[in-house]
């Protein structure tokens, strides 16, 4: 190695560059998403995340029951397994109310970060994986974005409906069947 070259190399280490493995994901999938949008429309790069969330979905959903020793889900575990999976990705979700028809849930900070701005079609991956889990473990699931970072708002409220009553059947969502 030159001498230039090796005392250039602290010099550019220790410069104030916002990157690190998580800002780059996070950067690339927000870049994806944008693309998706702007090339196919919001529906449409929904759709494509949306599978991208069912695949993952399945995958958490495999690892929770695995961890613990369990076939199916009941509803607590669903609600707590919803809240420990966005905390273990960095967002802060939380249950402000649950009962055998929903589980709503509230959100102070998104997993994607401020890369999630503007980009609505993330929102699926939390819809599929949500839905997933519920529909899996519970035989139906709804999820019904109610308020989302992505869009603006302040915070996010996922409604997840557990039954398909007739409030849950009129509500703007996605819905999950057991498969």
């Given amino acids: 190695m030159s001498d230039s070259l090796r005392h250039s190399l602290p010099v550019i280490e220790s410069l104030p560059i916002p990157l690190e493995r998580d800002v780059f994901l996070r950067s690339l999938i927000r870049e994806l998403s944008g693309t998706l949008q702007d090339v196919v429309g919001l529906d449409e790069a929904a759709g494509f995340i949306s599978i991208v969330g069912q695949r993952v979905g399945d995958q958490i959903n495999d690892d929770y029951r695995s961890a ?66 519920a529909a899996e473990n519970l035989g139906y699931a709804k999820v019904v974005i109610e308020e989302a970072i992505a869009r603006g708002d302040r915070g996010c409220t996922i409604v997840v409906h557990l039954r398909p009553t007739e409030t849950a059947l009129a509500a703007d969502g996605r819905e999950y069947l057991q498969g």
């Fill in 68 to 133: 613990l020793q369990v076939n199916q889900l009941d509803r607590q575990q669903v609600a707590d397994v919803l809240v420990d999976l966005k905390r273990r990705i960095q967002g802060d979700f939380y249950v402000v109310e649950q009962d055998d028809e929903k589980i709503v849930l509230k959100n102070r900070a998104c997993p994607f970060g401020e890369k999630v701005i503007g980009r609505p079609s993330l929102c699926m991956m939390t819809s599929n994986v949500f839905g997933v889990i």
